[in-house]
């Protein structure tokens, strides 16, 4: 049997969102719709840990990422990232997306979830067709994340696909 270090680290993440929840209050949820285009924050941020689910010699788990991400006040964004893919090859993803606040904790913490959605482009020769319709080396994205923020300071679980996971941290100026 292989061992899943992911399915013990979403056990664990969801057992502390719901204990935290007597001590949190739900945020609602708004969709409003075209989104405000005011800039309410940038969230300039870097990966720490990479883990592919299934793990090959040739993965690269040093992304090396930066990216940049700029809010509106109701919750939509649009961003970019640099980084080394899983064969360290230099990739592009740009994208848009949504973030929907879970629980406001005290002292300025703050649980959500995050799906962005682009274009990546990267995956390159012999690894072109490691990733679905990347015909032109350019193919379509989408990443669910659930994150948490403290003050200036944000920190997101990202899944890229069935692939793996990559924590991030950042700052919000």
């Known amino acids: ?3 899943r270090p992911f399915g ?3 056990i664990i993440t969801s057992w502390a969102l719901l204990a935290g929840q007597a001590h949190a209050n739900p945020l609602p949820l708004s969709l409003d719709w075209p989104p405000t285009l005011a800039l309410d924050h940038v969230l300039v941020q870097t990966s720490l840990y990479t883990r592919h689910f299934d793990p090959d010699p040739e993965h690269n788990n040093h992304q090396e990422l930066i990216g940049l991400e700029f809010h509106t006040p109701d919750d939509w964004l649009a961003g970019g990232a640099h980084f080394q893919n899983s064969f360290a090859q230099e990739t ?3 994208y848009l997306g ?3 606040p879970l629980w406001h904790f005290d ?3 703050s649980i ?3 799906l962005t959605a682009g274009l990546l482009h990267g995956y390159r020769g012999e690894y072109r067709d490691k990733i679905p319709f990347n015909h032109l080396e350019t193919a379509p994205a989408a990443l669910p994340s659930i994150g948490m923020r403290w003050g200036h ?3 997101d679980l990202i899944l890229f696909g069935a692939a ?3 924590i991030t941290a950042g700052l919000r100026f």
Do not use: C, N, P, W
């Open 112 to 114: 959500r979830a995050k």
């Open 164 to 166: 793996g996971m990559m």
């Open 8 to 10: 013990k680290l979403l």
């Open 107 to 109: 002292h300025d913490i």
């Open 98 to 100: 949504r973030q929907f």
């Open 92 to 94: 592009f993803y740009l």
């Open 1 to 3: 049997m292989t061992h």
């Open 153 to 155: 300071v944000e920190s």
